[in-house]
C-alpha cells in the first residue's frame, strides 16, 4: 500500500505533458491496493478537470446506472480504482475530446496497475482502453462490445458513457437488454464478497 501511495503522489505531481494540455496538468484517478475492479476510461473531460474528481459529469452519472453503483461506492477507492488512460484534460478537437496523451500511459500504465493486484473485473471504456485491455488484434469499440463473453468475466468493453453516444445506444438496444444486467450481477457479486465481514 505505501508504494501505490508514494507512486500516486507522484503520478499528481506529474507534468511531463504540460506543453501540450490547454488547462495545464491536473491528473485525476483514483485507486487503492484493495480495490476489485477498474474502471479503465479515456482522459478526464474540462468538467472532471475543474472538480478533479473521476466521472463528475454526465457520462459518470450514466456510468454509476449502467453499473448499479451508488456514488459512495463508486468513489472508494478501496473498493474502485478509476484509472484512464491519460490521467489530464487533453483538450477538444473538431469532434470532441482530443485523445488521451500516449505519453501519460507509457510513463505511468503498468506501474499503477501492478499496484492493483486484487483486481477482478476491468472496464475498458472507449476505443483507447480497449487497445490497452483487450486481447488480440485490434477491433472497433462496437466489435468488441459485441463480443463481450469473450474475455468474460475478468474484461468487460463498454461504450463510453458519453450524451455523445445516445445514437450508438439507440442502434443497440441489445447492449442495456442483455450485457448490462449480467454486469451488475457482476459487479455486485464482486462487491459484496470483498465486503468487510
Known amino acids: 500500500m505505501a508504494g ?6 507522484e503520478v499528481r505531481q506529474c507534468t511531463l505533458c504540460a506543453p501540450h494540455l490547454p488547462l495545464g496538468p491536473r491528473p485525476v484517478l483514483q485507486a487503492c491496493s484493495s480495490a476489485r475492479i477498474l474502471i479503465a476510461g479515456q482522459a478526464p473531460g474540462r468538467k472532471v478537470h475543474a472538480s478533479g474528481v473521476p466521472f463528475s459529469d454526465a457520462s459518470g452519472d450514466r456510468l454509476r446506472d449502467w453499473l448499479g453503483m451508488p456514488p459512495e ?13 491519460g490521467f489530464c484534460y487533453p483538450g477538444t478537437g473538431a469532434s470532441g475530446d ?8 507509457r510513463t505511468w500504465r503498468a506501474r499503477v496497475l501492478q499496484g ?3 483486481l477482478e473485473l476491468t472496464l475498458a471504456i472507449g476505443q483507447y482502453a480497449l487497445a490497452y485491455h483487450w486481447p488480440g488484434p485490434a477491433v472497433s469499440v462496437t466489435q468488441a462490445v459485441q463480443a463481450w463473453r469473450t474475455q468474460w468475466p475478468a474484461v468487460v468493453p463498454l461504450p463510453h458513457p458519453s450524451p455523445r453516444n445516445n445514437g ?22 464482486i462487491l459484496a464478497a470483498a465486503a468487510p465481514p
Open 116 to 118: 492493483l493486484p486484487r
Open 4 to 9: 501505490l501511495t508514494a507512486l500516486l503522489a
Open 168 to 189: 450508438w445506444l439507440r442502434h443497440n438496444p441489445w447492449f442495456e437488454a442483455e450485457l448490462l444486467p449480467v454486469l451488475r450481477q457482476r459487479v455486485a457479486a
Open 73 to 85: 461506492v463508486f468513489y472508494d477507492p478501496a473498493r474502485v480504482a478509476i484509472v484512464p488512460m
Open 98 to 105: 482530443l485523445p488521451p496523451r500516449p505519453e501519460c500511459a
